[in-house]
């Protein structure tokens, strides 16, 4: 069993330039004959954040100042979790020439997805730091402490929702016109851009916001970035719970259907 | 301990794509069967595209692939290749596998040509300095002159065609699993292409070449299987392959 993982994972690593490859192609192909490029990437959430900012502060009466970063943490943290859901769909399907010609490791495909929104994401922080040099500039500091455990957790999660969404989408072709409705359901009960006192009216929806393992995800960036502190125990508990178990399945659906998944493509 | 020969050992392996996909209904099918308001579609079945197949081959050996259209040609290059899973039995080879079918494919349209030689390097396990090492005998192969710093959408269907071949043959591997590609492109292009290839089929080990060019066959293999409905039906010479075939192809034994 050592030995196979052994020899599985060092067929990952003798694919690295081919997996680096694919993660510059994506995102070239994406931002391709576009005057701003990149900048896209963090000007986008910083402008939706306004909108939302500029309409939420006023339904909700809440301080623009720091109601304005928490939806932008929320989107940023988001897109990582929905892209690995939703776009991660494609992430076999749309490299299937690869995969007919050559006997690769499937999950080459799935890593370098998650590898494009992990590099996403942090271009994307640019736009938060950006922020918070106006509003919290000790935030910064915090954020820089407890960033590098926050990727630590995102990526497996993001590479396990990567390689469930692939699989089951080279087989089931409804999941990818599925997944965003369940997902645009699961931002309106987490607080992407709703606040904890939001939530505290219904006390069913409250306790479904202290154990909704997104809450605990969002902390990990929210608590040093927005409020300066480290992240609760209890948020990391969750979060490397919430990455386990979404690991062992996104294990059990590649095992299971491993190499079959070439007949559907 | 020395490194092991190369080789291929299939044994009694059985290789089928499976009838489920196929016989998938939509919703609509579904409930319009039932209603009896549509005729249901007839199930497929599985196509048991390789049965209980043996094959050995050692070091040193050409072999060539002969047999009618579905015969599982194209499908035991991919078994060996490990692309296609079997159903039951073993799947044993030794060495680098190189294998040149489907070579047009996967090319990104977007970028240059001189940036899709180092996507397909990388695809096939080199390494960005021995891509770089190899691109400007590549480029000179391919002929493609200027065009080489262009996008591949720009390039004529031949162009695309002598920049694959171009750089899928740069590559050398123990193993060679060859569909069809000896020769390639316009006329000009044929004749070092098919010296090019012989190149590659001097440098491998080993070589499993599925044709229709019963002529290139006999002048390459040392040896040749027929296949008939995933089955062997002749090993053994390539020329006596040859007459086992056509007496077959035109007596109508199918």
Redesign the interface.
Known sequence: MTERIKAYFGKLY??R??IW?LVK?DLR?KF?RSKLGMMWTFISPLCLTMIMAVVFATVFKQDIATYAPYILSGILVWDILGSSFQAGSYAIISNQ???????HPYSLYTLKSSLVYLVTFLIAMVSLLLWLVFVNPIGILYGALFLIPALIIYFPISWAGTTIAAYTAAKYRDYPMMIPLIMQALWYVSPVFFQESMFESNPILYKWFLYNPISCILNLIRAPFLYNRAPALMDYGISILFAVVLGLWAYRIAHKN???V???L | MGKKDAHIYLDHVNMS??SN?YNARTLKQELFARMKLEKPKPLLRDVHALKDFTLHAEEGERIGVIGHNGSGKSTLLKTI?????VVSGTVDVQGK?H?L???G??F?P??TGRDNI??RG????S??DEIAEKTQEIVDFAGLGDFIDYPLKSYSSGMMVRLAFSVSTSLTGEVLLLDEVLSTGDISFMGKARQRMLHVIDEAKLMVFVTHDLASMVEVCNRAIMLDHGQIVFDGDPKEAVEFYKERMLGGTN
């Open positions: 003798e694919m330039f081919f490859h192609l192909n391709r020439f690869y995969i007919r010609q050559c006997n491993g190499k079959e070439i007949f559907y | 794509y499976p996909i290749a490990g692309i296609y899973p596998i294998s079918f489907d070579i494919l996967g990104d977007e970028a180092l996507y990388l695809l096939l396990g390494k960005p």
